[in-house]
């Protein structure tokens, strides 16, 4: 008889207090509690971590190198594992040729479909693949872009060729390639581009017969700027220096390849058709569309490839991303949307008994489409596996067989079993999650008046329809609309059209030496409070330096290479990773040694490291609701929600000018009770005199809007337009105005 539950003994992960839970199998349980009180501890670093350990043991060391990388918990015992599959928030890879169908294999049997029913014939399923040299556009490589010089970013008018009229590295004055142009006796090395001739511009630019054109002896040889750019930096094959890489960013663009038309595939391939469409053109069709137009293929040869396609189809509809096409790219999806995807992987799969861990999986879902994320967590359930869930949405709490609380609070003051019952029962518990279930913020009942506007005009990106839109300046506006409205389309072409910062929830580092103390830059006041207040030299503190352990060089642990096996990190014997001689640690400021600073959490650094530098650099991410992290706790570790809001911290140093900001669901990872400090965070900013612009599903969000524009009315070619624009209170007939109207109590 299998185990019906999972059983923890003494789980110490990070903040866990010897916790010991049981954990139902076979039911869809939610995780629940405030941010940073120890949730994801215990699903993902010790069930999920204990889980994929084990799993991995059984393969042979040469296999288990390639498999993923589990680090084993701190936990005394864990009994009733099953093999786990971890669906988590990350984007689906950074690959350009990777897109909605290849990713859910959906590309695949279209491919196969083609091979056999095409008119004409074209060959084997691979020539209806861009990422085989069969099927392939030659010019793009499959890609379906190009990249191409943007040139209109090369010039200053308004300088001389002096001044740095070249923005090109290398190109100002005192640049390597400054003297082709500016001493060669053709061009007016002292004059503002604006007033040379329009010819004389080509020429600088063009060379060739612009340069012709001018009638003025050129050098032989001569190159214009662009030319000589592409040359150095578009036409070579080798590795890119990460200077090169920011050149290419700032001063190129991609585009649509000429020859296919953003097809990715040869001549042969993209002209080829199946009940009058190429495969292009299927590729371009909503997936709703698509899924009617193949179930009219009645071949019976190939009929279990329509079935198998109708299949990945349906799956896609059923979770809500029918307005997504095939050929959309993974690298433009949300993490919302790149979680749902994940899942259509497992609708289909025939195994029971498994462990399946989904980490927010509401993220990116207007209120609106939660239902269709919650049916898909039962469908999994009833299937016969267990879902656990890491949640801070209230619909997935209802829909929950179970509720397991961490907290009561953060960091230190979280790691408890505060609550485990039904959500009926929580409702009438006292804990952090029921005492804001009960809550109600109202609608802000007196908007910000805007300064100004800035505008955005016949918007087609995506989904948008030749939108125009002003957002208001100096306020808080919410982007809001059903999944697939136009919402990210409109945030990504306002930040093209108008100079912004995006806030987004990408890692902060990916080096996981980064922490707190290195990302706020008091390494070096903490080092010299330390030598102020032991009078010796402030090297002595660095890990880097003089005070290092010798045998780790201050790193606190020892790596052993093991060839073909996984490379073992172990705690250094001799610093017993603390990381600095014991020579280092005997000089201490108030009872805290230099090691003992990595174990401070940012609100007790503030009022334990008395120094104006340390604190006003840690007092914003206090602000931002972070003061639980430890400021040696890796910045690799942080969840979307809290690099969001580290971010957000960093933009609330000294104010400068005015800029606008653009925050894409700040919310993420927050219990409810956190959205008063993300709220005080965005309010500071417009205080300072910013624009804030919020993509946003989180109704206390909504409620708290200086302005809304509410996108839709549907998702895909049903949206992109404005369905509303306006104050909140005056929002009717739109999924936003539903959503918010059956929140409100009576």
Known sequence: MSQRKIEIWGARTNNLKSLDVEVARGQLVVFVGVSGSGKSSLVFDTIAAEAGYQLSETFPPFVRNRLPKWARPEVEQIDGLSPVVVIDQRRIGGNARSTVGTITDAWTYLRLLFSRLSTPQVGESNHFSFNDPAGMCTTCSGLGEVVVSAVDRFLDLDKSLKDGAILLPGFGNGGYWYSQYADIGTFDADTPLRDWTQTERDALLFGGEHAARLGTKFPKGYEGVVERFERIYLQTSDNLSDRKRETLARFTRSTVCPDCNGDRLNEASRTASVLGFTIGEMARLEINKLVELVTTVTDANVAPVVAALKARLDALITIGLGYLHLGRATTTLSGGEAQRIKTVKHLGSSLVEMLYIFDEPTVGLHPHDVASMTRLLQQLRDK??????????????????????????????????????????????????????????PIKDRPRTPRGSITVTNATRNNLRNLTVNIPTEVMTVLTGVAGSGKSSLATELAARHQAIMIDQKPVTTNRRSTPITYTGIATPIRKLFARRNNVPASLFSANSDGACPDCNGLGVIYTDLAFMESQETVCETCQGRRFTPDVLRHTVDGLSIADVDELTITDAI?????????????????????????????????????QRVKIAKELGDPTSPTL?????????????????????????????????????????????????????????????????????????????QALNVATPA
Not at 612 to 630: E, F, N, Q, S, W
Not at 632 to 638: I, K, S, W
């Open 384 to 441: 016969g596996n267990s879902v656990l869930v890491v949640e801070h949405d209230p619909a997935v709490m209802a829909d929950a067989d179970q509720i397991i609380e961490i907290g009561p609070g953060a960091g230190d003051q979280g790691g408890t079993l505060v609550f485990q019952g039904t959500f009926a029962q929580l409702r009438q518990a006292d804990t952090p999650t029921a005492a804001e279930l009960s809550r109600h913020r």
């Open 607 to 643: 009022h334990r490291l008395p120094d104006p530098a340390i604190t006003k650099a840690l007092r914003h991410l206090d602000d931002v609701g972070l003061g639980y992290l430890r400021l040696g706790q890796p910045l690799t570790t942080l969840s979307g929600g809290e690099c």
């Open 661 to 737: 900001y653009i925050l894409d669901e700040p919310t993420t990872g927050l219990h409810l009770r956190d959205i008063d400090i993300l709220l005080r965070a965005l309010d500071n900013l417009v205080d300072h005199g910013n624009t804030v612009v919020v993509i946003e599903h989180n109704l206390d969000v909504i409620r708290q809007a200086d302005w809304l524009i509410d996108l839709g009315p549907g998702a895909g070619r049903h949206g992109g337009q404005i369905s509303y624009q306006g104050h909140v209170a005056g929002i009717t007939n739109t999924a936003t105005a």
